[in-house]
Nanobody
Framework: QVQLVESGGGLVQAGDSLRLSCAAS????????TAWFRQAPGKGREWVAA??????STYYADSVKGRFTSSRDKNTVYLQMSSLKPEDTAVYYC??????????????????WGIGTQVTVSS
């Protein structure tokens, strides 16, 4: 059983930066990849980024490429967000997959989810 806890959300202004953390607890070495998703009010869940634990390779949605960076350290995955825009406002979730995925954005293939952290970007 893997438990994920997000932190680091908050209220910032457009152009600011914010770093989210996703702390994982559970069997060591059991996670194949950790991803970030977000959900804005009235919209569906959107994949943002993913990182493969074994090699540290990262993948990003076009909407955040060049502005967001994901990294990992021990049992924590980070999402460094820069040049934030009002449209980045959403609840951000991290999710863990135990096995290779058919696609990073395939939400149904992730095994565990955190409860989310709110990010609000004012204009």
């Amino acid at each position: 059983q893997v438990q994920l806890v997000e932190s680091g959300g908050g209220l910032v202004q457009a152009g600011d930066s914010l770093r989210l953390s996703c702390a994982a607890s559970g069997p060591a070495g059991s996670t194949y990849a950790t991803a970030w998703f977000r959900q804005a009010p009235g919209k569906g869940r959107e994949w943002v980024a993913a990182i493969r634990w074994s090699v540290g390779s990262t993948y990003y949605a076009d909407s955040v490429k060049g502005r967001f960076t994901s990294s990992r350290d021990k049992n924590t995955v980070y999402l460094q967000m820069s040049s934030l825009k009002p449209e980045d406002t959403a609840v951000y979730y991290c999710a863990a997959a135990l096995r290779p995925l058919t696609g990073w954005s395939s939400a149904l293939e992730y095994n565990y989810w955190g409860i989310g952290t709110q990010v609000t970007v004012s204009s």
